[in-house]
């Protein structure tokens, strides 16, 4: 517990805020598209499960941009 | 002109659809803002881990900030390309592929005004991207350890903004040369990597090359001032990007005419 109180809140916030907002943003942009790369439920799985970089890859690989 | 103005309009727009607006700049931002956080609270997360047998004393020194900029920066020469070229290897090979470039070049639209304006889109997206990651890791760093001085930021982020449309002039040259986007963004990269890795073992003899932009400006953060052959591999850098982007159009058109 010590290391929380050590921290700065002010600057780690925002931070956790924008992951929310990709998180957001990829699981609606993965509920309207029609077909991803691989099981959809998996990149669902993927996007919630995987910190940060879940989101970012499934805009990167999963996404199909045709 | 107007009609090239559409064409852009038409790939911010679908940028805007398919979230490239939101995703690339929270990227940049998660990127940058990762190096001064941890090696800020490095000592308290090596505490806390544990692990370490009791009295264990060592001293970390703590970098400087421009150090501490600068490796922030180095993040978007690596994960930075990767992201950018796999956005980007699809915008002309995968119209391509999917019909919607042979429905556009139906209409009275020129080869040159379809391939620069995608081309365009991308640049400003890669642009704003570098320019919010790279301005909230400076804040960062700011706070976190010392100011780094506003000219400094401005400069390495132009040399970085310059090495990262190289990147994406590739990336286009490729996307409109290949029909498959897999293909061209694997050549990109294996591209960067390759000149990337070359000219940083022979830095003495390449200092032109435009992969060493990233390394000076890494070197202007932390020595403070830029390199001298920073001119020259700008110069080589924008002369590559005007070739690129005129093969491209060259390319493309062949390519399409012949289909």
Known sequence: MELLEGMNWGLIAPLFIIQLI????????????????????????????????????????????? | MSQWMTLFQKEIIEMWRNFKWIWVPITFILLGVKEPLTSYYLPQIIKSVGGLPEGAVFEIPTPTAGAVLASG????????????????????????????????????????????????????????SLFIGYLSTWYYTG??????????????????????????????????ALLSPGVAGF?????????????????????????????????????????????PASLVALVIILIFLLFSVFVFKRKELAS
Do not use: C
């Not at chain 1, 957001?24 to 990149?43: A, F, H, M, Q, Y």
């Open chain 2, 73 to 128: 920066l180095s993040q978007y020469s690596t994960i930075g390309v990767l992201v950018i070229v796999l956005g980007t290897m699809g915008i002309i090979a995968g119209e391509r592929k999917s019909g919607v470039a042979a429905m556009i070049l139906v209409k009275p639209v020129s080869y040159l005004s379809y391939v620069t304006s995608k081309w365009a889109g991308s640049l400003l997206l890669v642009w704003i």
């Open chain 1, 22 to 66: 990709l998180l957001i943003v990829s699981l609606v942009d993965l509920s309207r598209i029609e077909k991803t790369n691989g099981p959809k439920l998996l990149w669902v799985f993927i996007i919630i499960f995987v910190n940060i970089i879940g989101p970012i890859l499934y805009f990167v690989i999963g996404r199909r941009n045709d």
């Open chain 2, 187 to 231: 050549i990109s990269l294996a591209l960067a990597l390759a000149v990337s890795i070359l000219s940083g073992a022979l830095s003495h003899l390449l200092e032109w090359s435009p992969s060493q932009l990233t390394s000076y400006a890494g070197a202007l953060l932390t020595a403070g001032e830029l390199p001298d052959d920073t001119l």
């Open chain 2, 143 to 176: 706070q976190l350890f010392d100011w780094v001085p506003i000219g400094e930021f401005f400069q390495s982020f132009v040399l970085y903004g310059l090495w990262l449309t190289l990147i994406v002039t590739v990336t286009v040259f490729f996307s409109s």
